[in-house]
């Protein structure tokens, strides 16, 4: 299978920048990630399987059959955060998949991401801590800041991303993190850190799909070395009521319907594919095991050049997570613009 691909494996990592190698601009840049079959190689010179399985909003039981159903066929990169209060679920996935021999350790990708309310120095580690004993893992291989949030409506302010960075750092010197990366970050916030990283951010995973492509923010995150990961590529379609977004349904856009029609392939599909045709990692979610397989049925064909372009002239242009709950007046980000810092 594509996503298991050893010739990757046997391909020399590109360099890894430091802070001792400058690149040419002097200006704390990295080494571009590159994409091989299947996985795309880091800035760091790990390889990250391009798909991975969302576990958002999957639970009540639901989450450990999903995370076993998609390893077993083929997955190996599963999306998971503490603030999805799935962490122990996905753990016991994790470990019966590891006692059944189905995978090892090593041959999969684990994500998480840090919450909100635990930026302070002395609260990262406790948060990866907890993160790691719930999925009974010694290491993650990749651990985000989930949002650059740093001041949130009842719950007190948190620090500059500056001093959450720095310990974010020090989990990767104790092995406890492979990679540690961005989520919902503007460029302008990414270009801000290059004053004080150590170790870059590997990985920006932000909302991307046709209804809103951020074409700027990918070629930005590019040219910093910086791969961005898709979430909600098929337009989460079941937060649209929490987020109110129900008009604008995404697998329902007739431009979309026609794409997957001429491609003769699902909806999910075609969404899946345009991410992957993009550069993107793409994480879909789903807690149903017939949908899982065939959203992972997107490697031994092509979507049409013209279908591609299709896809990617969709209109109206809008994001459908605005993080408006995360403004606050006391707080740096008082305005969407503030927090998004007008990215497309
Ligand atoms: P997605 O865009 O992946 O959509 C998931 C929805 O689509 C579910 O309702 C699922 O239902 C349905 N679905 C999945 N496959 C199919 C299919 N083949 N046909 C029809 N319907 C399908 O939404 P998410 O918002 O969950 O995004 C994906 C992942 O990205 C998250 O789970 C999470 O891991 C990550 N994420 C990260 C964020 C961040 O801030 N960093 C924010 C949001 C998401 P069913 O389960 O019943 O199949």
Not at 97 to 113: H, I, M, N, P, Y
Not at 252 to 277: C, F, G, N, R, Y
Not at 305 to 320: G, H, I, N, T, Y
Request: one cysteine or more; glycine letters at 8%; aromatic letters at 8%.
């Amino acid at each position: 299978a594509w996503l298991e691909d050893d010739t990757a494996a046997t391909q020399d990592p590109p360099p890894v920048a430091t802070t001792q190698d400058p690149p040419p601009d002097g200006g704390g840049g990295v080494a571009v990630a590159e994409m091989e079959r299947g996985v795309v190689v880091l800035n760091n010179g790990e390889k990250m399987p391009l798909l991975g399985l969302g576990t958002w909003k999957s639970s009540d039981g639901s989450v450990k059959a999903a995370v076993t159903s998609a390893v077993e066929c083929g997955y190996r990169h599963i999306d998971c955060a503490a603030i999805y209060g799935n962490e122990i679920e996905v753990g016991e996935a994790l470990s019966g998949l590891f006692a059944a021999g189905t995978v090892s350790r090593s041959d999969l990708w684990v994500t998480s991401k840090l919450w909100n309310s635990m930026h302070a120095s002395a609260d990262v580690e406790k948060a990866v801590d907890k993160t790691l004993a719930d999925l009974g893992l010694d290491y993650l291989d990749l651990y985000l800041v989930h949002w650059p949030v740093t001041g949130v409506k009842g719950e007190r302010l948190s620090p500059p991303i500056e001093e959450t960075w720095k310990a974010m750092e020090t989990l990767v010197d104790k092995g406890k993190c492979k990679s540690i990366g961005v989520s919902n970050f503007s460029l302008k916030k990414i270009v801000a850190m290059k004053e004080y990283w150590r170790i870059p951010p590997a990985v920006n995973q932000v909302e991307l799909h046709p209804l809103w492509r951020q074409d700027g923010l990918i070629q930005g995150c590019k040219d910093l070395g910086v791969h961005v990961t898709a979430y909600s590529p098929l337009g989460s379609p079941d937060s649209a009521d929490m987020f109110g977004h129900s008009g604008r349904s995404l697998m329902k856009h007739p431009v979309v319907l026609d794409v997957a029609e001429k491609a003769s392939k699902t909806v999910a599909q075609v969404l899946i594919k345009w991410a992957l045709d993009r550069g993107t990692s793409v994480l879909p979610k789903s807690s149903n095991p017939d949908r899982i397989r065939a959203n992972f049925d997107v490697q031994d064909w092509c979507l049409d050049p013209d279908l591609f372009a299709k896809l990617s002239a969709v209109e109206p242009q809008s994001r459908m997570l605005h993080g408006e709950f995360w403004l606050n007046p006391s707080g740096p980000y008082k305005t969407l613009a503030d927090l998004w810092d007008d990215d497309d």
